[in-house]
């Protein structure tokens, strides 16, 4: 698990800093005579598509067991997993849509998006948090 932990946490700072760079990424695109609208497509490309869905996956699948576990040892109410692990399953296929077709949405999935916010898991891992803080206690049984 410590291992998957840091993949996940290794492609996240490359994601924000490779996010960060994107103005001036722009700006040189631009500086060159080259069209902005095409500098999405050489920016965001799949050598940047694998790392990133990759790390969703398995971002997604630590919050999903991180979720179960505290279940399993009584630690928050059942809602708090169901939500979270629902959430997380839509974040993995949208992971999973987006690596397949490289970032070209089939129409009516573009909400898909949604799911592949680098900030999704962070917003998943507070929502536990906020379960773990306001629990009551739970009978061990």
């Not at 699948?61 to 040892?73: E, G, K, T």
Request: proline share 5%; with cysteine.
């Amino acid at each position: 698990m410590a291992v998957l932990f840091v993949l996940a946490f290794a492609e996240m700072i490359w994601e924000f800093s490779h996010h960060y760079l994107y103005p001036e990424g722009l700006k040189k695109w631009t500086d060159e005579g080259k069209n902005a609208d095409d500098f999405v497509k050489s920016y965001d490309n799949i050598h940047v598509i694998i790392p990133g869905a990759t790390g969703r996956l398995i971002q997604f699948s630590i919050v999903m067991w991180l979720a179960i576990r505290l279940y399993q040892l009584r630690k928050v109410k059942i809602w708090s997993p169901v939500l979270t692990c629902l959430i997380g399953l839509m974040g993995i296929i949208s992971a999973t849509v987006i690596l397949v077709t490289e970032m070209h949405l089939p129409k009516g999935f573009e909400f898909l998006f949604l799911f592949f916010i680098p900030g999704i898991p962070f917003i998943l891992l507070y929502w536990t948090g906020v379960a773990l803080l306001t629990r009551e206690k739970l009978p061990h049984n």
